[in-house]
């Protein structure tokens, strides 16, 4: 079993910035990784994405504004969020996927909240 830990979220005002951080029981390079969002009575929606190589990947919405990153080292993937906007305000998860062909498993934190004031 993948333990998944979310942690740095906050409140801040509009223009400020935060960082998260998700911790992997399990190896970051057997994983890709993505970190979503769920505010309040909306669905839940990728905000950012990094495979096992490297490659990432973002919402329209925070294009620009967000950066997701590994340290392999650490198990740990990032979330810089820069230019926050209230609308930026959800619990933020993160998701550990690995690929077992055929499986596929998903591995979930608690999430953390983001609190965003104009």
């Known amino acids: 079993q993948v333990q998944v830990a979310e942690s740095g979220g906050g409140r801040v005002q509009a223009g400020e910035s935060l960082k998260l951080s998700c911790v992997i029981s399990?190896?970051?390079?057997?994983?890709?990784v993505g970190w979503y969002r769920q505010a309040l009575g909306k669905q839940r929606e990728l905000v950012a994405a990094?495979?096992?190589?490297?490659?990432?990947n973002y919402a329209d919405s925070v294009k620009g504004r967000f950066t997701i990153s590994i340290d392999n080292a650490k198990n740990t993937v990032y979330l810089q969020m820069n230019s926050l906007k209230p609308e930026d305000t959800a619990v933020y998860l993160c998701?550990?996927?690995?690929?077992?062909?055929?499986?596929?498993?998903?591995?979930w934190g608690q999430g953390t909240q983001v609190s965003v004031s104009s």
């Open positions: 998701n550990a996927r690995r690929t077992s062909k055929p499986s596929i498993y998903d591995y």
């Open positions: 990094i495979t096992s190589d490297g490659v990432a």
């Open positions: 399990s190896d970051t390079r057997s994983n890709n």
